[in-house]
């Protein structure tokens, strides 16, 4: 049997890089893309250690770069993790002030962008597959100078729901994994020290169990991924024990 494949995206550092080295661990076969190629190239000399990767580097809001994700995948696929995303304007403005060129930009690499590669995913994606969506709490909040970003998230999280109702046969997941200490996280606060924020390390456990579990498609945020992921270990654990 061949092994799964996933499409990660901004898998060069952060969250994106953590997910998808559990993922080799595990191993997927993993399609990855980022902006910086530089970055993108150590993070796929990494992860080829564990698994089959192929690293696509380029803009998830430029068409033709998602389609060679795609191309590249091939003709099936188990999961699309949508989390590449921009922060926008920094230090964040108040919506008085947003400049709406770069609202525009956040709308099209955090909402349309993921909507547009899961179009293209959907037809390779089997019944039983999954798109897991990262989002914030920023979309469900009210915080100050996080209006562009947030509502971005928002429009996300919306698409994300419409999609699970029109597609029961998959999973599709909007996923809130709270702060972390990512360099996005750095950029909207600059010059302050953020180094009480958790790893992004520390949600995949919770990340895994959208990916492996059974969960029904919703929205989950990180104290229900907590619950989820000690789930699922408690299942492995006594599914191990009664095979031995």
Request: no cysteine; proline share 6%.
């Amino acid at each position: 049997m061949s092994a799964p494949t996933a499409i990660v995206t901004g898998a060069s550092r952060g969250l994106g890089l953590a997910l998808a080295r559990a993922l080799a661990e595990r191993g997927w076969r993993l399609v990855i893309d980022a902006r910086t190629e530089a970055e993108l190239d150590a993070a796929r000399a990494e992860l080829a250690a564990l698994t089959e990767v192929a690293a696509v580097p380029g803009d998830i809001a430029d068409s033709w770069h998602r389609g060679l994700l795609l191309e590249v995948a091939g003709e099936r696929l188990e999961l699309v993790v949508n989390n590449a995303s921009t922060l926008g304007a920094s230090p964040l403005p108040a919506l008085a002030d947003y400049p709406l060129d770069v609202l525009e930009h956040v709308f099209r690499v955090n909402a349309i962008a993921p909507l547009a590669l899961v179009q293209l995913a959907l037809p390779r994606l089997a019944a039983g597959g999954r798109i897991v969506n990262i989002t914030s709490d920023a979309a469900v909040e009210a915080y100050e100078g996080w209006g562009g970003y947030g509502a971005s998230k928002a429009a996300l999280e919306q698409l994300s729901n419409v999609l699970a109702a029109e597609r029961p046969d998959l999973r599709v997941y909007a996923v809130d994994p709270g702060d972390m200490n990512t360099r996005m996280h750095q950029e909207a606060f600059p010059g302050e020290d953020i180094s009480d924020r958790p790893p992004p390390a520390d949600s995949v456990p919770g990340q895994l169990a959208r990916v492996e579990g059974e969960l029904p498609s919703g929205r989950y945020r990180a104290a229900e991924l907590a619950t989820a992921a000690l789930n699922l270990a408690a299942d492995s654990s006594a599914s191990h024990g009664a095979q031995s």
